[in-house]
């Protein structure tokens, strides 16, 4: 095996190196919070074990954006999805995690499937497998293989990164995973997908027709809308997660279809700016959802439990763990100072541009696509008010979150490392931005070495060919004079009025962790706003003690699994009513299996002759 990878080239130009970087800022705290997220979960031997897969998981992904060959990028692309599969399986004492598992392989090999099937037709155009040969022969590739090798690339990478409608895989596979698994799955294994499509796209094909990337900008918007929508109703705080990594994605390529968009319609610099934002989009998640991860493991390892609902009160129970996870849900929420504010806005000022130099239908086009992605924001917001408010304030609602005690000091270590960063990456933004550009310009096929980026204009005023503006430094600096005009006020006018005193309690005499918001009380007003697409139902039941008094009432309201119920589930009763009818040519014949092989070489004889 080794000698196989050593007789091939790798390839270490801007844009693997800042994958491998992406890959090793996630794995390093994820490695070090596993110390003590394993201890006492599992025997010494399944702990050993654990700790081989994961780095073995770290090391395929690595080979995965490294590698300069087709074929060994898919053996690495198997070993990683094998490997992954495993760990998504370790705990095999939960029926949920068999099949979270068994969801998984499947539409990963269903990824692969269509992987395979793309580089197949590149290979009958360059007769070999190596990266730079088959970016040459693509040159004189026909217009119409170009967009059916597009359409398999896009439908096996987007598998893995769980793009809508296939990623149904997603919410069940990352809770399941040790929660350090669930990091490295969502902040680095998925991007490896995108780093598939800037990688054989963008530096191999090459952007051939206009549609390309309105195709994936749609794609992205509706994954960033669902993702964030079912993020919201979900009240194990894993799942939820889980599904803020599918709204994220869609944000990373919005950049990406941006930058495929300005690409055909020849415009450089916004071409570069784009993906400069969905590449900054893309380390700034890896980071945040690392840590929140990180967090939520934290919260099951002290309380035993995933559900919000039975959580609460943590806030004073595990200080540092809260503190983190605040950090993480207000740089996913697009908060400043933290780095989702920057890459977000970045995003949203790269449509801005974009509609201000194409014509008016295309202007409307992003027009919708962004106020649809500031709606993403918004929900995304609301949904981790939730997340941070249910499992963290109020009152414990259970004798799990009363008896919660902080976490040891290796998991600790994870979280602040990576907390740190969220203000690293937003603080650092210009330099940072600035490495991008040449890794935006490989995957592009465009020179920046005479492009400048200026980030000093609160209003924009894009001057192309010179200089594209950001404006995130000087709007900082107004969020901090309102804040010193807020502390001012503060000061003259509050200090020393303000009365503590109980939360008013409507004339009860003491509040309980009944009287609080619930995960599914506080998401009610969004199921209701989208219940043209979650369909939600309620279930009721009242035990009666007499004809006049209820003993007991039961109340529970669900939302419908769309693409579940829509697409899958018609597909799998498809497959199984296939596979009944297949039984009936399989009788155990051997004189019928021997027809059968005489008839298929008879069909091959003759396939063979046309050519």
């Not at 074990?49 to 073995?56: E, N, Q, R």
């Not at 959580?311 to 996913?332: C, D, S």
């Not at 594209?468 to 004079?481: E, K, T």
Request: aromatic content about 14%.
């Amino acid at each position: 095996m080794l000698a196989f990878f050593t007789q091939h080239n790798f390839l270490f130009d801007p844009l693997a190196l800042f994958f491998l970087a992406v890959i090793g800022i996630v794995s390093l705290p994820s490695a070090v919070y596993s110390f003590s997220y394993l201890k006492g979960e599992y025997s010494a031997g399944k702990t050993r074990l654990a700790s081989c897969l994961m780095v073995a998981f770290i090391a395929a992904m690595a080979l995965v954006v490294s590698v300069s060959n087709v074929l060994v990028f898919l053996v690495c692309w198997e070993i990683m999805s094998l490997v992954s599969y495993f760990l998504v399986v370790f705990d095999t004492k939960h029926e949920k995690s068999i099949q979270a598992g068994m969801i998984y392989i499947i539409m990963t090999h269903v990824g692969t499937a269509f992987l395979i099937a793309a580089f197949m037709l590149m290979y009958t155009h360059a007769h070999s497998f190596d990266f730079l040969s088959i970016k040459n022969a693509c040159l004189t590739m026909p217009a119409q293989t170009k967009n059916i090798v597009f359409v398999l690339l896009l439908a096996g990478f987007g598998t893995k990164a769980g793009i809508v409608p296939l990623h149904i895989w997603l919410p069940y596979a990352h809770p399941q995973a040790p929660s350090h698994i669930s990091s490295l799955m969502s902040g680095v294994m998925i991007k490896t997908a995108v780093y598939g499509l800037l990688r054989f796209v963008l530096w191999t094909l090459g952007v051939q027709a206009f549609w390309w990337g309105p195709v994936v900008l749609v794609l992205a918007t509706i994954t960033c809308l669902v993702g964030i929508i079912y993020a919201l109703m979900e009240r194990d705080i894993k799942r939820l997660l889980a599904y803020s990594s599918v709204e994220n994605i869609g944000i990373i390529l919005l950049g990406v279809g941006l930058s495929m968009f300005f690409l055909y319609l020849n415009k450089p610099y916004l071409a570069v700016f784009a993906l400069i934002a969905g590449l900054f989009h893309l380390i700034n998640h890896a980071v945040f959802k690392g840590l929140l991860f990180l967090c939520a493991g934290s919260v099951y390892k002290a309380t035993g439990t995933r559900d919000m609902e039975k959580l609460g009160g943590l806030i004073r129970t595990m200080p540092r763990t809260a503190v983190y996870f605040l950090v993480g849900a207000m740089a996913i929420s697009a908060l400043p100072p933290f780095n989702g504010f920057v890459s977000e806005w970045m995003t949203l000022q790269a449509f801005f541009l974009g509609a201000l130099n194409v014509t008016a239908g295309v202007k409307l086009f992003l027009g919708i696509c962004a106020a649809l992605l500031a709606l993403t924001g918004g929900l995304a917001a609301a949904c981790f008010v939730k997340a941070f408010g249910i499992t963290f304030l109020a009152q414990p609602r259970s004798r799990y979150a009363k008896e919660a005690k902080e976490v040891p000091l290796p998991m600790r270590l994870g979280m602040f490392f990576l907390a740190l960063l969220t203000l690293v990456c937003s603080l650092g933004a210009v330099k940072i931005i600035r490495i991008l550009a040449a890794v935006a310009g490989v995957a592009c096929g465009i020179d920046t070495g005479g492009m400048s980026f200026s980030f000093n204009a609160f209003i924009l005023q894009p001057q192309l060919g010179q200089r594209v503006y950001l404006s995130a430094p000087l709007l900082a600096m107004a969020l901090a004079l309102f804040g010193l005009a807020g502390f001012i006020v503060y000061t003259v006018a509050g200090k020393g009025k303000a009365v503590s005193y109980r939360t008013w309690d409507c004339g009860y005499y003491k509040l309980d962790a009944r009287n609080e918001y619930t995960a599914t009380a506080f998401s009610k007003p969004f199921r209701i706003s989208f219940s043209f697409f979650l369909l939600p139902y309620r279930r009721t039941q009242k035990i009666w003690e007499s004809f006049y008094h209820v003993k007991s009432f039961t109340y529970e309201t669900h939302t419908t699994p769309v693409f579940r119920k829509y697409i899958y589930d018609p597909l799998l009763k498809l497959i199984f009513k296939s596979a009944v009818t297949m039984r009936r040519i399989q009788p155990g014949s051997i004189h019928l299996y021997l027809g059968y092989i005489f008839v298929t070489l008879l069909l091959l004889i003759v396939f063979m002759g046309q050519f």
